[in-house]
């Protein structure tokens, strides 16, 4: 069984390695555009194998979608950062070309392959592939919302002083500062939050979780990569191993929540299909009222992929 990194950067070779030691593949194929990249970075986490006790082969290749054929999953983390003096439709245009060109060989030599999008602007290049891979939503879906919870989590287990093993989460909408994180869905140990931690403690922990990549930008001038990657590679299991784990995605919506035609972030069940099932929560009023203001915005930046006619 074969899964396929699409992009060498820091999140994707991350992502890879992660793979690679999970031990759920025969192979893990890393592809970049930059010649030797990828092939380096995979001779250098194969060298881990004897270290890390792994079979899992690691092949990089440069731009050769021939050797990503019959990949059980495919994870895309292409696409350019913003750069100073960009603008948001600047950045939409380059990533979605390079998403699009992407998904497009991918599904080329991979007609069943479940597609992962850690590309940015994450909701609308999901958008992007769905329409270029032309295949079920159910397989075309986005890396988001387990890192963002996962954020939420390790800032809540510091605070409380607990195990981050012991805490559950959930938020919605899109992966940006109008994510909707969901206290009243948060427990430690089986224990809801909000007996445990302050309101405005909690407040201030749910408004960090917002801005969880802004932080780290600041802190190295760039974005993160061991948790994204991290993140990826979770997903990538639990397709693997068909665990039907319940993690919030990236997904398209056809009714659920009242929207449609929208991807957004909502708890899904994932497994060898890809989205087994779309699970919506009961929202309290200001909870709607939030994943509106969310979606409102992922539809604004879709809109402007819409309105360049790629497709």
């Known amino acids: 069984m074969k899964v396929t990194v699409v992009g060498a950067g820091n999140v994707g070779a991350t992502c890879a390695n992660c793979i690679a030691e999970k031990d759920i593949v025969s192979e893990v194929v890393l592809l970049d555009i930059k010649e030797g990249i990828a092939e380096g970075k995979a001779l250098d986490m194969w060298q881990t194998a004897p270290i890390n006790l792994y079979d899992t082969r690691i092949k990089g290749v440069t731009n050769d979608y021939s ?85 939420y989590r390790a800032f809540l287990a510091e605070t409380l002083n607990v195990s981050p093993k012991d805490i559950q989460a959930l938020l919605l909408g899109g992966h940006g500062d109008t994510m909707v994180p969901l206290p009243r869905y948060t427990s430690v140990g089986g224990i809801p939050v909000t007996e445990l931690i302050e309101k405005d403690k909690l407040h201030a922990i749910i408004e960090r979780t917002k801005v969880g990549g802004g932080e780290l930008v ?80 992922v539809r604004s930046v879709m809109d402007v992929l819409d309105n360049m006619k790629m497709f």
């Not at 769905?130 to 954020?151: C, E, H, N, P, Q």
């Not at 909502?266 to 009023?285: A, R, S, Y």
Request: glycine share 8%.
């Open 67 to 151: 050797a990503t054929a019959d990949s059980e999953v495919v994870v895309i983390t292409s696409g350019l950062p913003r750069k100073p003096g960009m603008s948001r439709d600047d950045l939409i245009s380059t990533n979605a070309g390079i998403v699009k060109s992407v998904t497009e060989n991918v599904i080329k030599f991979s007609p069943d392959a479940k597609i992962i999008i850690v590309s940015n602007p994450l909701d609308v290049m999901c958008y992007c592939a769905y329409l270029a891979a032309k295949i079920d939503s159910s397989r075309v879906f986005g890396m988001a919302g387990v890192l963002d919870t996962a954020r």
């Open 218 to 297: 600041k802190l190295m001038g760039t974005s993160a990569w061991y948790a994204p990657g991290a993140a990826a590679a979770q997903m990538v299991e639990a397709i693997i191993r068909d665990q039907h784990r319940v993690f919030p995605v990236c997904a398209l919506l056809n009714g659920e929540y009242g929207m449609k035609n929208i991807y957004l972030g909502v708890p899904v069940v994932l497994g060898k299909n890809g989205i087994e099932k779309i699970i919506e929560v009961k929202l309290d009023t200001e909870e709607q009222e939030l994943l509106a203001t969310s979606a409102k915005a």
